[in-house]
C-alpha cells in the first residue's frame, strides 16, 4: 500500500462552519505535512508532523488547526474560514522528516468557501 | 529563501514533438525532484535526482541534475497527449534544519495537442 488517501474529495462550507479533512496512511511513514495549493500556483507548506508531533508551522491563521491523532492519521480541522482559503488542500507523507524530497502526495482535498 | 525558478511558464506543443524544460535556482539542493501534477488531483512523483551530473531516463523522460546541483531539466521524447499535465520542479535545501521543506518552483503548464 503505497496510497495517503485524503477525505473528503470536494467539500464546500460556509463561513461560519466547522468542518475538518482527514488524511490516512500506512506505509508506516512517521512524517506527515499538510499543503495548501491555490490554482495554477505550487503547493506551499501548511504543517509538518513528525512522530505525531507539530514540527513546522509555517506561520498559517489559527482558524486551520491541525491533528495528528495517530501515526496513520492527520486531520486538518477547519473554522471560520474566508472565500480566499479556498483551495486544493494537500496531504503527504515520508519515511522520516529528513526525507520529504520522497513524500507521497494524497489526491486533495478541493475546499470551497461560501 | 530558495527559490526555484521554472521555464517556459506555459507550453503547447504538438504530439510527437521533443521539448525541454528547465528548473533552475542560485541555490545549491541536496536533491530535486519533479512532480505531474492533473487537475484536481496531488502530485505525482516522477523522480529524484541527487548527484550533481546525474541523469536518469523514466521511458521517454530524461532528466538532468546539474554539474552545481542548481538547476535540472527535462526532456520528452515524442510528447503524447497523456504527458499533459503540470510538472513541478522541487528542491530539498541543503541547509541544516530546513531538510524537511520542500522549495517547489510555480510549475511548468504542458498542453501536448493531439
Known amino acids: 500500500d503505497t496510497e495517503v488517501t485524503q477525505t473528503p474529495k470536494h467539500l464546500v462550507m460556509g463561513m461560519t462552519n466547522k468542518k475538518s479533512l482527514k488524511c490516512e496512511q500506512h506505509?508506516?511513514?512517521?512524517?506527515m505535512y499538510w499543503y495548501k495549493q491555490k490554482a495554477k500556483k505550487p503547493p506551499e507548506l501548511m504543517f509538518v508532523?513528525?512522530?505525531?508531533?507539530?514540527?513546522i508551522n509555517e506561520s498559517v491563521p489559527s482558524r486551520f488547526s491541525p491533528e495528528c491523532p495517530n501515526s496513520s492519521l492527520l486531520n486538518l480541522h477547519l473554522h471560520a474560514l474566508q472565500p480566499e482559503d479556498s483551495a486544493l488542500y494537500l496531504c503527504?507523507?515520508?519515511?522520516?522528516?529528513?526525507?520529504?524530497?520522497?513524500?507521497?502526495f494524497g489526491q486533495g482535498t478541493r475546499l470551497t468557501v461560501v | 529563501t530558495q527559490l526555484l525558478e521554472q521555464s517556459p511558464q506555459f507550453l503547447s506543443i504538438q504530439e510527437g514533438e521533443n521539448l525541454t524544460v528547465y528548473c533552475n535556482s542560485s541555490?545549491?539542493?541536496?536533491?530535486l525532484q519533479w512532480y505531474r501534477q492533473e487537475p484536481g488531483e496531488g502530485p505525482v512523483l516522477l523522480v529524484t535526482?541527487?548527484?550533481?551530473?546525474e541523469v536518469k531516463k523514466l521511458k521517454r523522460l530524461t532528466f538532468q541534475f546539474g554539474d552545481a546541483r542548481k538547476d535540472s531539466s527535462l526532456h520528452i521524447t515524442a510528447a503524447q497527449p497523456g504527458d499533459t499535465g503540470l510538472y513541478l520542479c522541487?528542491?530539498?535545501?541543503?541547509?541544516?534544519?530546513?531538510?524537511?521543506?520542500?522549495?517547489f518552483g510555480k510549475g511548468i503548464t504542458l498542453s501536448v495537442r493531439p
Open positions: 508532523y513528525s512522530y505525531e508531533k507539530l514540527s
Open positions: 535526482v541527487v548527484t550533481g551530473g
Open positions: 503527504a507523507s515520508s519515511q522520516e522528516l529528513g526525507q520529504a524530497f520522497l513524500a507521497f
Open positions: 522541487a528542491g530539498l535545501s541543503t541547509s541544516t534544519g530546513a531538510n524537511s521543506k520542500l522549495t
Open positions: 506505509m508506516g511513514h512517521r512524517a
Open positions: 541555490s545549491v539542493f541536496s536533491s
